[in-house]
């Protein structure tokens, strides 16, 4: 019922930057919360920053200073500006939403996740 959408990867150099695009659709009434995690070579997948729907964020020590979440948007979407790239922040960047449907039910939907090559 819910789809997210995924868009903005690609491969840079260290130093570079790189703007992520996610939007969350169907069957949605509120969005409680989205946000980005990553999955590096080997790694678990970690949050990475979220924002509410009233646009509050929550950021990783990780990449403080670097990334910058915004939106939603009234079209429930965020993006991830990334500064200040360095091969350790390679990874697949995934999208996720969480909130409410038309039938009050709470939901959480997953993005197919993009691949951010950062190569030295």
């Known amino acids: 019922q819910v789809h997210i959408t995924q868009a903005g990867g690609g491969l840079v150099r260290p130093w570079e930057s790189l703007r992520l695009v996610c939007t969350a659709s169907?069957?949605?009434?509120?969005?409680?919360?989205m946000g980005w995690y990553r999955q590096g070579p080997g790694q678990q997948r970690d949050m990475v920053e979220t924002i509410t729907g009233a646009g509050v964020p929550t950021y990783a020590d990780s990449v403080k200073g670097r990334f910058t979440i915004s939106g939603p948007t009234a079209r429930n979407t965020i993006y991830l500006h990334m500064i200040t790239l360095f091969p350790n922040d390679t990874a697949v960047y995934y999208c996720?939403?969480?909130?409410?449907?038309?039938?009050?039910?709470?939901?959480?939907?997953w993005g197919q996740g993009t691949q951010v090559t950062v190569f030295s």
């Open positions: 169907g069957d949605i009434t509120s969005i409680r919360e």
């Open positions: 996720h939403a969480d909130g409410r449907t038309w039938s009050q039910a709470e939901f959480g939907a």
